[in-house]
């Protein structure tokens, strides 16, 4: 069953921690996204790849960090130099950069 | 950088009611639009897309959506809503040259009541 799994769905960290967001796709996609939706604004690009590794800062990529170690995983980050972490955060994958974009479920980070 | 904008945040509706939701761009050149919808508790998922050809494109559900060059837009439409239509939608552009990265929208929040 091919699709996008974002894990976990839910996630506590306290303020200063790092925290790592998993996505795995078994799409054999080439591109990969991170997105962070915030109610009323939208998704907001943070990261994206068009290939291994390779990544690209998208428009808000300040106090994240990406690898692309392999295919079909593309980890996110959460530093302690974000400023407001606490964000509902989208992984995608298209087949290459311009195309379809399929999207996992999410994860809900909160910052205490 | 291309921006898309979509008024008109919260939407309520009764069944059977018309939907319109407009998306404008500021891309200048060639894009790709999308829709995509967001159900409660669900994953984001394409609703259409327009890349070429026929300016009206028809997605699942009975949306459809128009492309408008002369006025960057591309409006979604759907003559007939339903309560399973409750969703939040999203707009998105990716420039077809240039650095391909998928803008979105901020999105519209459609209540649909029974």
């Known amino acids: 069953d091919g699709g996008i799994t974002q894990s976990p769905k839910y996630l506590f960290r306290k303020e200063g921690q790092n925290v790592t967001l998993s996505c795995e796709q078994n799409?054999?996609?080439?591109?990969m996204y991170w997105y962070r939706q915030d109610p009323g604004q939208g998704l907001r690009l943070i990261y994206y790849?068009?290939?291994?590794?390779?990544?690209q800062k998208g428009d808000i990529a300040e106090g994240y960090s990406v690898s692309r170690e392999k295919k079909e995983s593309f980890p996110l980050t959460v530093t302690s130099a974000q400023k407001n972490p606490t964000a509902f955060y989208l992984c995608?994958?298209?087949?290459?950069?311009?195309?379809?974009?399929?999207f996992g479920q999410g994860t809900r980070l909160t910052v205490v | 950088a291309q921006s898309v904008s979509q008024h008109n945040h919260h939407v309520i509706l009764s069944e059977a009611a018309s939907l319109e939701l407009g998306c404008n761009y500021s891309?200048?050149?060639?894009?790709?639009l999308f829709w995509y919808v967001q159900y409660p508790g669900q994953h984001l998922q394409l609703l259409l897309k327009?890349?070429?050809?026929?300016?009206l494109v028809k997605g699942i559900k009975g949306f459809e959506a128009e492309f408008i060059k002369s006025k960057f837009s591309f409006n979604l439409r759907k003559p007939s809503v339903q309560w399973s239509d409750t969703a939040e939608y999203f707009c998105?552009?990716?420039?077809?040259?240039?650095?391909?990265?998928?803008?979105f929208g901020k999105g519209n929040q459609v209540v649909v009541i029974p």
């Open positions: 327009y890349f070429s050809g026929d300016p």
């Open positions: 799409l054999n996609h080439d591109a």
């Open positions: 790849s068009q290939i291994v590794n390779d990544f």
């Open positions: 995608a994958s298209s087949l290459s950069l311009g195309k379809v974009s399929f």
């Open positions: 998105a552009v990716i420039p077809f040259y240039g650095n391909n990265r998928l803008a």
């Open positions: 891309y200048g050149g060639t894009v790709n």
